[in-house]
C-alpha cells in the first residue's frame, strides 16, 4: 500500500469562487511542503528507508467539485519530488547507511540489506535521524514543491 498524506477536503473550501483561482504557487507549494511533513511523520519504517535509498515522493493536486486538496504520495512515476529525500546518491546504500547511522546516534545498520527495515524499525534514533533529515530536505526544496504547484495551476 502506498503511504499517502492528504488535507481534508474541509481545509481547502471557501465561499467565493472556485479555490484554484484564489490559490498561488506559493499557496499550493506550502501546502505540499506540509503534506509531505505529515507524510514524513506518518511514514513506517518500509517507506522511510525507500526514500532516502531511492527517493519517490510525489505530489497530489486534486481539484473535486470546486475545492482543491493537496497530498504527498510514494509513488513510482518521475516527477519534480522524486529524488528529494535520496541520501547521498553518489555512493552505494551499504556505505552511506553505516555513516549517517554515526550522525543519527544509531547503532550500524546490518550488513545484509534485507534487514535495514527491521533495524530501522527498532532502533528509535535511527527512525527519528530520517525524519529529521527527511523534514530538513523539505524545507530546502520549497522551490521544488512550488514548481509542482506552478505546473497544476498552469494546467488549469
Not at 35 to 44: F, K, Y
Not at 146 to 156: D, G, I, V
Request: glycine share 8%; net charge negative.
Amino acid at each position: 500500500m502506498l503511504n499517502q498524506a492528504y488535507a481534508t477536503p474541509e481545509a481547502a473550501r471557501r465561499d467565493y469562487g472556485p479555490v484554484h483561482a484564489q490559490l498561488t504557487k506559493a499557496d499550493l507549494g506550502a501546502q505540499l511542503a506540509r503534506r509531505a511533513d505529515e507524510w514524513i511523520r506518518h511514514a513506517g519504517p518500509a517507506e522511510l528507508l525507500s526514500v532516502i535509498l531511492s527517493g519517490g515522493l510525489s505530489p497530489v493536486i486534486v481539484e473535486e467539485d470546486g475545492h482543491v486538496r493537496t497530498g504527498i504520495e510514494l509513488g513510482e512515476e518521475p516527477g519534480l519530488l522524486s529524488k528529494l529525500g535520496i541520501i547521498w546518491s553518489d555512493l552505494p546504500p551499504a556505505e552511506t547507511l553505516p555513516i549517517v547511522a554515526l550522525v543519527w546516534e544509531a547503532t550500524p545498520p546490518p550488513a545484509d540489506s534485507r534487514l535495514w527495515e527491521a533495524w530501522l524499525a527498532l532502533d528509535g534514533h535511527a527512525r527519528e535521524g530520517v525524519r529529521r533529515f527527511l523534514h530538513d530536505e523539505v524545507d530546502q526544496c520549497i522551490p521544488l514543491f512550488e514548481a509542482c504547484a506552478e505546473a497544476w495551476l498552469r494546467e488549469k
